[in-house]
């Protein structure tokens, strides 16, 4: 149940659509900034044009689930309690502004982890860092009202529900910390390899293939409501946790006769590291040795945190998925 544990905070994206005015440099929930920046590109600058450039952009205006977010200067000491924000910030170029990160976060290996739980954090602990920043997907409404009341900004990102709101949480990650230019190259280049990925399949064939995704070892799933359930729909393939009883959760349980009975094509194991679930312990499960895709060696294992976090490495996870796929095609080919 870890994993389960671990993404049902993240399950309910709040839909912003309120607006404000200011003459800072706003930037709404989506990360769409509502001022363009004509200047010359930072990497063509010395390093004194370059912090003055990005000195020059601050104070910035983001919207937030708790409303307008008002930062005065470029945050310098960050407290990341989100692993996927953690993940963003780094890709970004904004690493050396973080001083700490939860305890879960555990990528890239030079994020600075600390004791602190990204879940049931402690008040007195996150103030003992003296963050000018904190980034999260969720805080207790106490801890915030705590870090409210002594001045500390806090930006809060749901769990994504598309790859747009990923986009859109990587350009507005980039206003916040002053690394725009590094967002918007991160965004680009993950879209270029979405798009690479995308045009190597046959997607047409992928719908003709089911797959089972695996949270945890008692059955827990994903349905295509969820961000997970859009990175497979994306390659066309049919998720058998759709039709199942619970579905509307977007993370139902499913029972071992359902599974057994569905005989799904493809099968991703997301708990591998938490579970220490593999090809050889879904074959030692009663009766999945019949099951098409334990026969055929369709079993895929995934790495846990890229197959549950929705920032840049959600690209390794389509690739993996992709993978899959080409193989199944081949297979059919030469059968």
Not at 141 to 169: C, F, H, K, M, R
């Amino acid at each position: 149940m870890k994993i389960v544990k671990r993404l049902l905070p993240l399950i309910a994206i709040l839909a912003l659509s309120s607006s404000c005015s200011s003459s800072s440099t706003q930037v709404i929930a989506t990360g769409e900034s509502k001022v363009t920046d004509n200047s010359q590109p930072v990497e063509s600058m010395n390093e004194v044009e370059a912090d003055e450039q990005v000195a020059a952009a601050f104070p910035v205006t983001l919207q937030t689930p708790n409303g307008d977010l008002v930062l005065e200067n470029q945050p310098t000491r960050i407290l990341s309690l989100s692993p996927t924000a953690t993940e963003i910030l780094f890709a970004i170029g904004a690493g050396d502004q973080v001083i700490a990160v939860d305890d879960q976060s555990n990528y890239p290996p030079e994020a600075p982890t600390s004791d602190i739980s990204g879940f049931t954090p402690n008040l007195e602990a996150i103030l003992a860092l003296e963050p000018d920043l904190v980034v999260h997907s969720y805080l207790p409404e106490d801890i915030e009202q705590g870090l409210t009341n002594v001045g500390i900004p806090s930006l809060t990102q749901y769990a994504a529900a598309s790859l747009d709101d990923t986009y859109q949480q990587i350009t507005q990650l980039g206003a916040a910390t002053g690394a725009s230019a590094g967002a918007e190259s991160t965004v680009q280049e993950m879209q270029q390899e979405i798009d690479e990925l995308m045009a190597r399949i046959n997607v047409p064939y992928g719908s003709s293939l089911t797959f089972y995704h695996e949270l945890d070892p008692t059955y827990f799933s994903v349905t295509s409501s969820t961000f997970i359930g859009q990175v497979y729909a994306m390659l066309g393939l049919t998720n058998i946790a759709d039709e199942a009883e619970g579905a509307g959760s977007g993370y139902p349980q499913l029972s071992e006769e359902y599974i057994l009975s569905q005989n799904p094509d493809l099968i991703f194991l997301a708990d591998t590291k938490c579970c220490s679930q593999g090809i050889e312990t879904v074959a030692e499960r009663n009766g999945w040795n019949v099951l098409s895709a334990v026969s055929k060696g369709k079993v895929i294992e995934l790495d846990d945190d890229i197959a549950s976090r929705w920032g840049p490495r959600v690209v390794d996870f389509l690739e993996a998925i992709a993978t899959a796929v080409e193989q199944m095609i081949a297979m059919e080919t030469v059968g």
